[in-house]
Structures are given as structure tokens and as C-alpha cells.
T-cell receptor, first 113, second 112 residues
């Protein structure tokens, strides 16, 4: 079956550090890939998405590139801020975004000033 | 557009009691999803609807769980004879056709 594996946290970084959160997936066919973010006390929010190989999703300074050859969708940000502290979830769906999502376990990021 | 809403936000119940949660999707979204999230884990799919029709149910959805979306708008998720293992955050999401899923704030269930 489909599955998502992401790096375990927690990840603690100083402000302005470079962030990478690794995500790899197993899926049949050509899934769509997502990063969701959950800020403290809030619901899941879609951060970015990519629907086909070599697509790059980007939002709020975060980027992730759909790499079919390595089945990966790593999240990166060049300079993190304290406000980026949250739990980040990698997810896939079999077709676009309208089929059930399969999530990774989440990676907690703490950014300290 | 007020987003996906869920009610209640928190529910504490005793083992063996029945509970019901409600989800109101974004208006005009025809797909509605239920997920469950336990501490330290990502959300896990439970079931989803397209309009009134329940299209898929996960094996996680035991026969104590039932979900409805009677008029293709709001949905309810009922858990009968709750067990301590049912303690979790229950998340609802909605989407329109090929669009992305938008999540509500969740209902946190604690079974004592």
C-alpha cells in the first residue's frame, strides 16, 4: 500500500538557519504530494503541493521538489523564523487532492531566537 | 467562506458511552473526509463522502463507528460504546471535485 516516511523530530534550529525535512514515499502510479503544517493550537493547513515529477511547490519561503527517481519530496527553507515553529506533515494522495490522504508521522520543528 | 468547522472542539466521555461529532464543510464542497490523529502520529483516513454517498471506509473504521452525510452538507461521526483506545483527535476535511483538502480544527476526544 501507499506510505510516507519522514524524518523523525524534534528538530531544533536557531533563527535564520537552513531547514531540511526529509520525506520519501511509496506509491503505485503517480501520486500528488503535499506538505501540511500544524501550528500550536491550530488545525492542519496546506503549505504546498506538487502533482507531477519535477514540479516544485513553494509557499511562505518553503519549497519542495517532486523527485520521482528518488521517490522524495523534501521540504526546505533557506532561513527559518521563530514563527515557523510547528509540526510539519508530508502526505500523498493517489490522484490530485481529492482522494484520501496518506500522512507521515510528522516532524516537530522548534526555532529558537 | 468561514472554513471547515467542527463541533464540539473537546469531548470527555466515560468508557462505554456513545459520542457524536459534527463537521460543517466549506459551502459547495462536495467531498468530505474524516481522519483520526493520535498523539505523535499523522492523521489516518477513516472514511469519505461525495455528496451523500459514502465512497470508502478504512479498515480502521470498526463497526462501532458510523458516519453520515444526510443531505450532502454537514456530516456526523458517531462512536458507540467508546473505548479508551478511541481517545484521539478527529479531523474533518472538505474539498471540491479535484481541489485540495481543507481541514477543520478537530474534535479532541478523551475516553476515561
Amino acid at each position: 500500500g501507499n506510505s510516507v516516511t519522514q524524518m523523525e523530530g524534534p528538530v531544533t534550529l536557531s533563527e535564520e538557519a537552513f531547514l531540511t525535512i526529509n520525506c520519501t514515499y511509496t506509491a503505485t502510479g503517480y501520486p500528488s504530494l503535499f506538505w501540511y503544517v500544524q501550528y500550536p493550537g491550530e488545525g492542519l493547513q496546506l503549505l504546498l503541493k506538487a502533482t507531477k515529477a519535477d514540479d516544485k511547490g513553494s509557499n511562505k519561503g518553503f519549497e519542495a521538489t517532486y523527485r520521482k527517481e528518488t521517490t522524495s519530496f523534501h521540504l526546505e527553507k533557506g532561513s527559518v523564523q521563530v514563527s515557523d515553529s510547528a509540526v510539519y506533515f508530508c502526505a500523498l494522495s493517489e490522484r490530485s487532492g481529492n482522494t484520501p490522504l496518506v500522512f507521515g508521522k510528522g516532524t516537530r520543528l522548534s526555532v529558537i531566537a | 467562506d468561514t472554513g471547515v468547522s467542527q463541533d464540539p472542539r473537546h469531548k470527555i466521555t466515560k468508557r462505554g458511552q456513545n459520542v457524536t461529532f459534527r463537521c460543517d464543510p466549506i459551502s459547495e464542497h462536495n467531498r468530505l473526509y474524516w481522519y483520526r490523529q493520535t498523539l505523535g502520529q499523522g492523521p489516518e483516513f477513516l472514511t469519505y463522502f461525495q455528496n451523500e454517498a459514502q465512497l470508502e471506509k478504512s479498515r480502521l473504521l470498526s463497526d462501532r463507528f458510523s458516519a453520515e452525510r444526510p443531505k450532502g452538507s454537514f456530516s456526523t461521526l458517531e462512536i458507540q460504546r467508546t473505548e479508551q483506545g478511541d481517545s484521539a483527535m478527529y479531523l474533518c476535511a472538505s474539498s471540491f471535485d479535484l481541489g485540495w483538502q481543507y481541514f477543520g480544527p478537530g474534535t479532541r476526544l478523551t475516553v476515561t
